[in-house]
């Protein structure tokens, strides 16, 4: 592996990358997984049964721990009320300390009870309005006792049939139930507002796109910001166009990393559009925007037939490979053929990247930090599945 | 009323429409709607409680009968095995006929068992696939007991992930259940092969597309037939072409008819894409289709926010105005715009008929069968609803 | 047709419309043509000949006077830079006015110069942007002397493989250059800025959707808003949702109407999205946006296998009938409806006039102005077709 | 480069592939280039002037001689006639002998004449019907002459507004010509038929899926083959599923090969969907048809912003490069995973060997046929584009 690293290093050399420091910007690069993604997920025709599933936030900490352990890059963690609903958060905080985990982010849903059928915040009944923005400030105490950076926002609201609901009202009272959120986030917190073109609402969504997610965020202030989800977009969509612009506005605020081929398909991040999330990524670079202390980079994908904890690893490797991908573009070669419009010389220096075998890279990383080489076996081997049937199943 | 009849007769003359034989068309139009849309629905999201829910075959009968009670064309009725399961089918035929209903399609489920996590009669373990057929073969034995003419069969098989399996020897699977199946078919019998874009796999769908569906019907034999749903085509498809061909081919089989905007939304029929449709009736009219005893008109909506027996009275009612709408095209002047390359003219005869107000003939239809004129209103004035509150929720 | 006009203002008045008012609302629904719609356009594979096509400035006003002529709404024109050019902008606003026409809206054109094949203002050549911006400084001249409201705004501007350009230089530099252009604006002019989902680019474009035209707009100024292309956007995008938005913002300019089915089409207005275009006149109507004085609505579609002058005459009509149409709404019944969340009776008070046959009150529209109630047939028959062969093509 | 290889080839050897086999299998991977990529080409908008663009066929085979010179791998030529077209083409077949190429593919053109403005093959006019089919008919004797085994149809057939055209009749019509120009088809012919799904027509195209394509071909015989256009299919489509359909049924004749994001893009192979592409090429694998002989591998792409020959030789490398990489998949550890439903492992399989770098691989394979290493700095040195900028623009 000495031999590979040192040819790799030599070739980056010429695209004037400098390795060592390619290496620390992986230091920075942090992937936060989603406690719904160790539960039993599913399609709206099944729900297949997973013994392996964790049944509460502790169980979804502890998996959670153990893709970090063994890949070095997963210590956030995102959660869910009511699903991840604990009685004391305090020390829900301290268990996550002790796992060497912190929860960045925090996860209302308003789509499980039975008054939300026409809507959440966006729903012409005053009291379900009230009662949606209860269970959001209820989220938002519980980022301040966790010190949650991400108060996380998803609206299922929309509608299924022309004439179901008055677009425009439907914005104002959002607007207006957001901004009480909004005065009551304390300096720490920043509200992600997340755009999805369609579903669970088949006719129309409140935010459908990064426009009215960042058009919300404007009228509301600077630390509402948009998440991308990278299932939540038409096809053909350019995702990477739109993150560039969002980070030169200052309104990026992070993603929720996934895979999809037709819908919100919510496959593991890397299966089918590698291209396309190195592309992202080279555009956080530019926009100094790749570094976790600034972007959440948070997975959220159900991928219910995989086996959940293989699925997080493989995950967050894959979309560390990438972005190790995307930092050796030689970018000074990319500015010039751009401005000198040699299209074939610019598409080239991209890649010659995205083809580049960083794995030396890779094994450098994982051995400066004492992780194994192939995180996924070393998982699999350590016995903690045989551990959890055991308690979770019986 | 009967002034707006005359001033309507009196126009389609003169596109050589004859009033009467339209009416006439009318008695042949009759709808089957499905079990599954009288109990609970929803999405990956939520299914949300509905206290009037049918909760077995003979409850959801009643529903459908009620459908038809009122409008008076929906006498068809699909079951879901093993949703519908009876003691004894004999006993439900006995109770369909005194309804006025008949069970025309009876549909498998090969997605809610734990078994079929990977596939059902594409999946690489031998005894699943194995499963999977005796269950269709189950639904056969339904068929016949029932005399119902059709064996409907959806198959939720398909892949995630890029490599999870292999195309070719999965359609081999999938064939050699089909041809076992076709060949225990008794005459009367008509296999209906339903494709689907995507979901819930969302990689592959073995059975994506009508050229798909159409080679493996080719391969059967004539009596295995295409079924058409609305909402398994990608966006943009031209589904008027498909029926056309599908119909001038022999093998079109049926429809599952709903509304949709983005993926499989499953909406109530009429909600959005009415000149599609009106435009998809004229195919089956020219090619002598649009005829319930040669096609299956049946709904497949889900409509999970509009109450079930309503949606189903209203969907009813909006593919019977389409199609009366079509069938007032004046044909001898659309073909000769056409040879006379005239598109204006060509259509101009098609969107007259479209925005034609039928409403004189349904009247005239409704009357003639002692309907009500607004079969929506007459069923909520009925106390059906009161009466299944109490029943079933109590 | 007396009685039918009876029958329907009964109808309407059970639907609290008033049908004087109606008639009334139709005199301010005005449509511009495009000057570019009555001359020969194609696809990439051919442009086919037409002889009655019109050649120049004069010969196009000559056509878009006969559309106003036979249907009386449409006595709005919009030009395009360099097709259009005259000698003098002052004689062409005298002939303009003769024919009973304004021209309301200027385009220029930054895609057929060959230094324009990197892009226009987004170029990173800065003698080409300079270029560019010179000549749109030149069509606001053109405005200012036609006293035309609209400088109407699309680039071409995009990349067609990743790398080929920087997203965010290039955002900068159409700001820029889009600034100095505001800056020279006089009151009575706005900028209209279109956006379009891709093409002529193919990998990104530089205003892909409302979101990024509406940022741009928002930081220009007051009297910079946005076009909406009825075909410039992703599948399943719900347009009318866009528009009440912006209506809402006050950031709606205007439209181009056309139809499409896949991409950016260009058909004729109303060949298929007829209930869309429907849904989105009642949003304007709601935003109190549907006049022509504080709407530009304007054709733009190429339509290259129908007679230029006909189709126009086609689309203008059905622009108007769909209108009306609109117009029937029972407003109160479904606000109503909205409010108690019955979703059924919502739609059935769009459904209920969208299938309203509105004919009688365009005949009376008509009959009020002295138009004849065929337009089409009328200018048919006017002998103008034969005049133009004579004069264009001898 | 030794060390790379040998590390390469120890890499391979763990996943049962061996480096020599492989290299050899890169032998029969030809690529056919197409005539109307050397001209100009463009966008609707506009075509952009090439100096250096070839003017008649000779100048094309010049071109593509030389991409084939550097590359190694393009000795295949398809024309377009009649752009093409030649006084004899016995001088022509010669001509492409000397310069080590082959014509292998004549494409008729049935849309630049101003008679198929309503379609040629399908069009309602027998005569214009008749006319169309002698140009096939044309192009098939040039087949003959050049001994070219393809006969490549694409039809730019279709209606742009409902009711334009009856799609029976002219699937019939259609149907009729294609029988006899079957019928006059010598052994060793084979005809090939694309379908696109939308573009020039925008309502309805006469052959828009595989399905249809596959439909036709199978009523006209074993000789007929399906043409699969990269850029041809709604989005989402999976193609490697249809591909490896048509591969086990016999049907797959060859491919176009170019890149998208939205429509028919047709920009240059790889552009954006390499791991799409690289899962074609597996399927083809498996299916025993990534061979040249039995597949034809043309290029089908526009490019028109890239400088031409440099995007073919750009465009065949990375084709061939991605084809290499699809060689290293370990084929019976992926069968194992498929069997064993591990969907994880399954998926390894591919993603290792789409991030192999196969660099080595063909360094040896341009070694072992005296290519150069560089074949696009090798072209850009030799003065070429100096030589046609002189001949073909003074």
Redesign the interface.
């Known amino acids: 592996m000495t ?2 690293f040192e ?1 790799l290093s030599k070739k980056l050399e010429q695209r004037n990358v400098n390795v060592e420091q390619t290496i620390k910007k992986l230091e920075n690069f942090k992937i936060g997984t989603p406690s719904w993604g160790y539960s039993e997920g ?5 729900v ?2 997973d013994p392996y599933a964790a049944r509460d936030i502790i169980e979804r900490l502890d998996d959670a721990a153990q893709v970090n352990k063994y890949t070095g890059i997963a210590p956030e963690f995102a959660i869910h009320i009511p699903w991840d609903k604990a009685e004391s958060y305090n020390e829900i905080a301290d268990y996550s300390q002790d796992l060497g985990m912190k929860i960045t982010a925090v996860n209302p849903n308003l ?2 009870e ?1 008054e ?3 809507g959440s915040l966006c729903n ?2 005053p009291e379900i309005r009230k009662k949606a923005l209860e269970h959001v400030m209820e989220c938002l105490d519980i980022c301040k006792i966790l010190r949650a950076p991400y108060l996380s926002l998803w609206f ?1 609201d929309g509608t ?9 009202k439907r ?1 104002k009272w959002m607007l207006e139930s957001l901004k009480e959120v909004y005065a009551a986030m304390p300096d720490f917190v920043i509200m992600l507002l997340e755009y999805k ?4 609402a ?4 409140d935010i ?5 997610a ?2 919300l965020c ?1 009228k509301l202030g600077e630390r509402a910001k948009v998440l991308v989800d990278l299932g939540h977009h ?5 995702i ?2 739109i993150v ?2 969002l ?3 200052g309104f990026l605020g992070g993603f929720h990393m996934n895979s ?4 919100d ?1 919510d ?2 991040t ?3 559009n ?2 396309e999330l190195f ?1 992202i990524f080279w ?1 956080l670079i ?2 100094n925007a790749d570094d976790s202390r600034k972007t959440g980079f948070m997975l959220d994908q159900s ?1 219910n ?3 959940k904890i ?2 997080m690893i ?1 995950s967050v490797l ?1 979309a560390q ?1 990438v972005y190790a991908k995307s930092l050796t573009i030689d970018r000074s070669r ?2 010039n ?3 000198n ?1 040699n ?2 010389n ?6 010659d990247a ?4 960083v794995n030396p890279i890779l094994v450098r990383f994982r051995e400066g930090k004492g992780l194994p080489q192939d995180p ?1 076996k070393a998982f699999l081997d350590s016995g903690y599945k045989a551990q959890i049937l055991k308690k979770r199943r019986l």
């Open positions: 031999d590979e040819i599913g399609t709206r025709f099944h297949f049964q789509f499980e039975e939300y059928k026409y012409s009944k299922p299924n049939f022309p004439g179901q609901g008055d677009f425009v914005k073109f369609f579903e669970p088949f006719y129309h969504t459908p796109d990064w426009g009215q960042y058009l404007k038409p096809h053909g969509t350019n990477e166009f560039a612009n980070v030169d506005e999809r081929k037709y819908a398909d496959l593991t890397g299966s089918l590698l291209y592309l555009e530019k926009g991928h037939l995989k086996s293989e699925a493989q894959t490979e990319l500015e053929a751009q401005e419009q299209i074939i610019a598409e080239t220096c991209l890649k995205f083809f580049t075998d996924l």
